[in-house]
């Protein structure tokens, strides 16, 4: 059993906190938000007042915050709290820079570091079936897995420190524009006559079969658990998706990588949050791809 500390008790960090405790560890918490502080203290986290109060005795921290300019934010500030030999895990989506950046802060102060970012969305935050993407030491990683293990089903090292961010911006670039795919074919679909399960049966089935598809359709029907059926509620909010696939953009302008799919996904995600969509589920972009086949 370890004394951990979770930063971040959002919509996948509440959840994810929640696990740990489940699993018989003492999780004390810190959120900005007093709501996401009370809803992980229902799952058995103790509630922290500040940073501080959370970090004290820790044995290892987790962070899960929006951007990497936050996790840069509390990482600067909890490596001047914990004693050295902590081990400090960041499972936010952030650019491979910034999770470079946390990992030689950490480094600074003695600690040990992963970047572990995650794939399996708010339902796989509660049910613990997350995949984890680690960057990081052989030795960071053999102490963080366990942890993982209680958050997660899939755990995969993939190298050295902000190769999991980098695993992780690539995975979201295929998952941004698979979405746009399967909502086209879907808006063609319609115009064709065919009905949603018609298409559905289909593609799940054959060469078209992708997890935006199995797992998150856009149109409501063919997969009741898809936020479509829920009024595209996130799930994986527009604004996130964004996120994502800017990163992937930075980061194909850095190495010098084409990815003419992605920068397109990315626009047309770019256009959809500018319309106000940016809380909404991302596979709500059907609907503004609808749109764009109709006359002005
Ligand atoms: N939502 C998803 O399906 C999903 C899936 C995979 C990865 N992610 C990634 O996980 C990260 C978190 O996503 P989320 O959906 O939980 O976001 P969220 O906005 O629900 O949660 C973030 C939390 O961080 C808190 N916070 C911000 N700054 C803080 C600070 N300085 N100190 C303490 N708390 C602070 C906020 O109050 C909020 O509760 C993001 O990087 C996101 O891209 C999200």
């Known amino acids: 059993m370890k004394q951990i500390a979770f930063i971040g008790l959002g919509n996948m960090g509440g959840p994810m906190a929640g696990n740990l405790a489940k699993a018989g560890h003492r999780v004390t918490g810190f959120d900005l938000s007093q709501a996401s502080l009370d809803a992980a ?12 109060d959370a970090v004290k005795d820790a044995e290892v921290v987790i962070t899960m915050l929006p951007k990497g300019e936050h996790v840069i934010a509390v990482w ?8 050295a030999g902590t081990l400090l895990i960041d499972c936010s989506t952030v650019d491979v820079e910034s999770a470079r950046s946390a990992h030689a802060l950490a480094e600074a102060a003695g600690c040990a570091s992963l970047d572990a970012p995650v794939s399996g969305g708010t339902g796989g935050a509660a049910a613990g079936t997350l995949t984890f993407m680690a960057g990081g030491t052989e030795a960071a990683f053999g102490r963080a897995r366990p942890l993982l293990e209680a958050m997660g089903k899939r755990i995969v090292h993939c190298g050295g420190n902000g190769a999991g961010q980098a695993a992780k911006i690539c995975n979201n670039m295929i998952l941004g524009i698979s979405m746009i795919a399967v909502g086209e074919a879907f ?22 079969q992708c997890w935006s598809l199995t797992s998150y359709c856009p149109v409501p029907g063919p997969v009741p658990a898809s936020p479509a059926n829920n009024g595209y ?19 194909a302008a850095a190495s ?8 397109a996904a990315t626009g047309l995600y770019a256009a959809f949050d500018k319309d106000g969509n940016g809380g909404r ?6 609907e503004m791809l609808r749109r764009e086949g109709e006359p002005d």
């Open 41 to 52: 203290a229902k799952a058995g986290v103790t509630a922290a007042g500040t940073l501080r």
């Open 76 to 83: 600067r500030e909890l490596c001047g709290l914990v004693p």
């Open 187 to 208: 808006a063609l679909g319609e115009k064709l006559g065919l009905s949603h399960q018609a298409l559905f049966d289909v593609a799940s089935t054959s060469s078209g």
């Open 233 to 251: 509620k996130p799930g994986f909010a527009a604004s996130l998706m964004l996120k994502d696939l800017l990163l992937s953009q930075e980061a």
């Open 256 to 263: 010098g990588a084409s990815t003419p799919l992605g920068a």
């Open 281 to 286: 589920d991302f596979s709500a972009i059907i």
